[in-house]
DNA sequence: CCGCTTGTCAACCATCTGGTTGAGAAGCCG
DNA sequence: CGGCTTCTCAACCAGATGGTTGACAAGCGG
């Protein structure tokens, strides 16, 4: 899964990740900081936050033992354009959609108004 | 992976479903005219596309032998919300950070006059 | 220096994923 | 009816993923 759009998709695609991410647009935590919530072990979050890091969503910095993880808030236009590209045309594409069903209907009204007659 | 959101993001994770989500968003198209341009079999476009179903992108409807896949651009709102929402958290959070520095480096600058004179 | 804390690496395991092929259901059309 | 097209289901396989435990490097602090 090599390219970046995949691997930011990929990474948020998981509820803990995901979790993690809420948890640093708060603040910068330390691995056992963010790891502390979990039931799970220190390495199952260690692994988390390498995936987050691979796509680009967090780094982290050293600090003496410590490692501080930081959200990278810059990677998300990545997706957010992706998604607002195809959801517009596919909306643009229902109004369209949408004015030639009124337009039928109005065809039809109009017609059914000259058999009226 | 029980929850929507993992699904939309695990559906958007695979290039060949986001392929499938833009070739759609310009118009409806059958299972085989989607297959068409790749290199792999049918069956393995179907399964993408009841990857992309069952994230509720998509939704097949029946028309003789045909099913006509269909996008449904409400979906991406789910995921526009959730990315927004940390994303404008972590960005307010710098601007905090950058309100915050400025105000120190102000202090310093005044300092350093107040020691000049 | 020794020990505790912090974090990663490695090996292992169960499960999920994306692909394959083969078979078959459903439905049009000659 | 019989055949062709369209699509899905099932079984299988290789590789990725999310978790485990164990070992160990790095670094603070008594």
Redesign the interface.
């Known amino acids: 899964?090599a390219?970046e759009?995949?691997k930011v998709?990929?990474a948020?695609?998981?509820?803990t990740r995901?979790d993690i991410?809420?948890r640093?647009?708060?603040?910068d935590a330390t691995v056992t900081q963010i790891a502390e919530p979990y039931e799970v072990s220190v390495q199952a979050i260690s692994k988390h936050l390498r995936v987050l890091e691979d796509a680009g969503l967090v780094t982290k910095t050293k600090e003496a033992q410590r490692r501080p993880v930081h959200?990278e808030?810059e990677v998300?236009d990545l997706?957010?354009r992706?998604?607002?590209?195809?959801?517009r045309?596919?909306?643009q594409?229902?109004q369209r959609l949408d004015a030639v069903l009124a337009e039928l209907t109005k065809e039809n009204e109009e017609n059914e108004k000259g058999q009226a007659s």
Chains 1, 2 share one sequence.
């Open positions: 899964m390219d759009l995949s998709f990929a948020l695609a998981d509820p995901r991410v809420a640093l647009s708060a603040g959200l808030a998300f997706m957010t992706w998604i607002e590209r195809y959801r045309e596919a909306e594409r229902y």
